[in-house]
Nanobody
Framework: QVQLVESGGGLVQPGGSLRLSCAAS????????MGWYRQAPGKQRELVAT?????????NYVHSVAGRFTASRDNAKNTLYLNMNSLKPEDTAVYYC?????????????WGQGTRVTVSS
């Protein structure tokens, strides 16, 4: 089992930047997939980015954030990041990190508590 704690959310003006962090309670070296979801008020949760680690690191993004957001993981620090640039009001949401851990052939899904991002002037 792994506990995830997000941080870095806040209020930012349109065009600004934020960096979200997701600290894991144990080593993430063996966790194949980590990533970020977000949920805006009145909307369904949306997958924002995934970072997979299987010898090499691969990232994928939802179209609406591609080119503006960068997801990365630091296995030495057991931390996942989301660098968000050129923020727009429509990026306003609670951002959740997740981890999919494979143990004994079964996939276990873990979530953080979320961190709120508000983009407004």
């Amino acid at each position: 089992q792994v506990q995830l704690v997000e941080s870095g959310g806040g209020l930012v003006q349109p065009g600004g930047s934020l960096r979200l962090s997701c600290a894991a309670s144990k080593s993430i070296v063996s966790i194949y997939t980590m990533g970020w979801y977000r949920q805006a008020p009145g909307k369904q949760r949306e997958l924002v980015a995934t970072v997979t680690n299987n010898g090499s690191t691969n990232t994928n993004y939802v179209h609406s954030v591609a080119g503006r957001f960068t997801a990365s993981r630091d296995n030495a620090k057991n931390t996942l990041y989301l660098n968000m640039n050129s923020l727009k009001p429509e990026d306003t949401a609670v951002y959740y990190c997740f981890a999919d851990e494979v143990v004994g052939g079964s996939v276990y899904n873990f979530w953080g508590q979320g961190t709120r991002v508000t983009v407004s002037s």
